[in-house]
């Protein structure tokens, strides 16, 4: 069943840790990009704890582009990230979208994730590397290896319709099912703090049966100056635990779905 949904802001967060080498060029890209787009956007950075100059950079940016900075004093991992620019993010548009802040996702394909949300066609929307026309540049071989091995998990065990690349950075999310997530998760509904966020965060959303839809696109790892963050064999082990915490979790039946200012006045009661 379609339900649209009027888009007139989008919420871009990006969840970022030592990132100055590569966030200035996603920032540029992001403000060029989305200058002509037929909604208004707001790109949410939150510095998780960084060392380097990704704060200052944020602030400097956001002298020339719609910019709000959110930052955690330490380092509490990605998770937190994700949690805090989502939190904020569903407040500000009616779309939350996030990207990954090492310049590998191209903002060009907002509008693409945008439009099929704003037709009702999805809750969320994934910029997948299993679809049809997707191009992956640069990426190590170990890490395509576990993306195929996280999406051969979840065929077998918890499938998703119409998901495949369950650990993708680059998604849109609808604000009003980010909401109902929010109200019925409580304050913290995410557990990891691990790459392995992702693959949980897809995985709640299933639980308030948000529809998901992909859409191919080009993952640039080649154009990554900075040095990967991820530890492959901690973040299998997170995969593991987060599946093993969601296998026997049933989907909830709840279809109501008030309006988006409802749903948050309703999430700052429960505050």
Not at 35 to 57: C, L, N, Q
């Amino acid at each position: 069943m379609k339900t649209p949904t009027q888009v007139n802001e989008v919420a871009i967060v990006l969840p970022a840790y030592n990132e100055e080498k590569d966030l200035p060029s996603l920032l540029e890209n992001i403000r060029t990009t989305l200058a002509d787009m037929p909604f208004k956007y707001t790109v949410v950075v939150v510095d998780d704890g960084s060392k380097d100059r990704t704060a200052e950079i944020a602030r400097e940016a956001a002298k020339i582009m719609p910019l709000k900075l959110i930052q955690h004093e330490v380092n509490k991992g990605l998770g937190e990230g994700i949690q805090t620019g989502l939190r904020e993010g569903w407040h500000i548009g009616e779309v939350v979208v996030v990207m990954d802040s090492d310049n590998t996702h191209n903002p060009v394909y907002i509008q693409d994730m945008v439009k099929v949300i704003q037709e009702g066609d999805a809750d969320v929307v994934i910029a997948s590397r299993f679809q049809a026309g997707s191009v992956v540049q640069g990426v190590p071989f170990f890490r395509q290896v576990l993306s195929w091995g996280c999406f051969l998990m979840m065929k077998s065990l918890l499938p998703y319709r119409n998901a495949r690349d369950y650990s993708t950075g680059f998604r849109a999310y609808r604000s009003l099912t980010l909401g109902r997530l929010i109200k019925n998760a409580g304050p913290k509904f995410l557990e990891e703090s691990s790459f392995a966020c992702m693959l949980e965060l897809l995985l709640s959303l299933r639980w308030v049966g948000a529809r998901a839809v992909e859409i191919p696109y080009t993952l640039r790892y080649d154009l990554k100056v900075g040095v990967s963050k991820m530890r492959i064999m901690r973040t299998i082990r997170r995969y593991f635990n987060v599946i093993g915490r969601y296998w026997a979790k049933d989907v909830l039946q709840d279809s109501s779905e008030p309006s988006l200012g409802e749903l948050r006045r309703q999430v700052r009661r429960q505050a």
